[in-house]
């Protein structure tokens, strides 16, 4: 029966084009291969032992450690849902990734891996060892390549869900019955903390549990922090905590009378026939909200653009010392915490949170930042100038997603990867960068 699957058919339109079916020897992430080098070039092995326990006894069909490397990489591939699993268990590569027991016997089910995330990892030693596995697997990039000093930027976002998943509420906000998770990112992109929480908090709720951690953290590596926040984590108790620490900040707030009477000289419009360009002002001076217990520096920045009747006004408090214009500059850099959630949501899959229990879901998410954090780490560790800057979707379309060909001989494998983005060339450099790397310690 095997034999006659495998015949290939012959097509009548020309006599010289036989097709097969042979999927378990080929592949369409190739790619994967390079950031599974990566992965051990930065220990990823060795941490999964460090921060997780294996509850399921001496007998199990799987290792860990192969489990986990599957759920990450298929939503570093791309992949949405665990019933991809179906296909992906004979898949060359997801075969490759894994422990050589299993090469010639394939990789989990859907239903093994169900299991495996929503139950084993779920389990409250396992999930609280995601976070530090995450963050473990960050310090080794760290230590690397480090600099003096870290910028921390922190938001939410949505995730909109569909059915009866515990904990999800309707927020006003984003007009959606959703997850509103919390994250902090480094200025690199690294995910360096994450919370998943109900749909109807305030989206700085929770904020110190990641933040100060990080803080603490980063001091004791003898780093200077700063910190970039939107007018959500307007808080007198965040800037009391940030400067009790010594750690600077800028922070968006929200405009109001007050604060529009101390520039109003620059509100109205310059006389004269008015420039294509905007007309941009800058301006600080010392402010003190009614909660606050002190006067603090607030830096304006008021637009005049053309054809609109009023200014556009944006405010920020800090307590940098650098001028106006610096300041602002410095803060409208944290839209790119922005983007990287973007990118999470959308490159590996931080939407599909589709399970009853509320933990279930936290863990699924720590997968995807896992996830996140791998693709991360490959693009701003190893790959070649011109496409360091790339998203991970577009690294997915263009690198992971490169066909290929299994061949097994008596004492190796040969994987025959398709020449198209990922060339020998590229695929040359990047791994010479890999085992360029130095092995990190600790």
Same mark, same amino acid.
């Given at each position: ?218 001091? +004791? ?112 850099? +944290? ?62 379309? +263009? ?33 010479? +960068? ?9």
């Amino acid at each position: 029966m095997g034999e006659k699957q495998n015949r290939p058919f012959q097509l009548s339109f020309n006599a010289s084009l036989k097709v097969g079916f042979q999927g378990s020897r080929v592949t369409s992430d190739g790619g994967l291969i390079l950031v599974r080098e990566l992965d051990e070039r930065l220990g990823f092995g060795e941490l999964i032992e460090l921060y997780l326990t294996d509850s399921r006894g001496k007998n199990a069909q799987f290792c860990f450690a192969d489990l986990l490397r599957q759920s990450v990489y298929s939503r570093l591939a791309g992949y949405e849902d665990l019933n991809d699993a179906e296909r992906l268990s004979q898949d060359p590569t997801f075969r490759l990734i894994s422990s050589e027991k299993i090469w010639d016997r394939g990789v989990a089910l859907t239903s093994r891996l169900q299991s495996f995330e929503t139950e084993i990892l779920a389990e409250n030693s396992n999930f609280a060892g995601l976070a530090g596995l995450s963050r473990a697997l960050i310090a080794k990039a760290e230590a690397l390549d480090s600099g003096y000093r870290t910028v921390l930027d922190m938001d939410s976002t949505e995730i909109p869900v569909y059915g009866e998943q515990e904990e999800s509420a309707y927020n006003g906000h984003f007009d959606s019955t959703c997850y509103h998770p919390l994250f902090l990112f480094s200025r690199d992109g690294d995910c360096l903390a994450a919370k998943l929480r109900p749909g109807n908090v305030h989206s700085a709720e929770g904020w110190e549990e990641l933040l100060l951690p990080e803080i603490e953290r980063q001091q +004791r590596a003898g780093k200077e922090v700063a910190f970039r926040a939107d007018a959500a984590f307007a808080k007198p108790e965040i800037y009391e905590a940030l400067e009790s620490r010594g750690v600077k900040y800028v922070v968006r707030i929200p405009a109001n009378e007050n604060l529009e009477r101390d520039v109003a000289e620059l509100l109205p419009r310059p006389v004269g026939r008015p420039s294509h360009k905007p007309t941009v002002w800058y301006k600080g001076f010392l402010y003190r909200a009614a909660s606050w217990t002190t006067a603090r520096r607030v830096v304006a920045k008021v637009e005049h653009h053309a054809g609109e009747l009023f200014p556009r006004l944006g405010f920020i408090v800090t307590n940098l010392e650098t001028p106006s214009r610096a300041v602002v500059r410095f803060y409208n850099k +944290r839209g790119t915490a922005e983007q990287w959630i973007k990118e999470g949501k959308q490159a590996v899959k931080m939407t599909r949170l589709s399970c009853h229990r509320f933990r279930s879901n936290e863990v699924r998410l720590w997968l995807s930042i896992l996830a996140y954090n791998l693709g991360n780490l490959w693009r701003r560790l190893v790959l070649p100038k011109g496409i360091e800057k790339w998203s991970l979707t577009s690294l997915q379309q +263009r690198l992971v997603k490169t066909g290929g060909r299994l061949v097994k001989h008596a004492r190796y494998y040969w994987l025959l990867l398709a020449e198209s983005h990922l060339t020998q060339r590229l695929f040359a450099s990047v791994l010479r +960068r890999i085992l360029a790397l130095p092995l990190p310690t600790g």
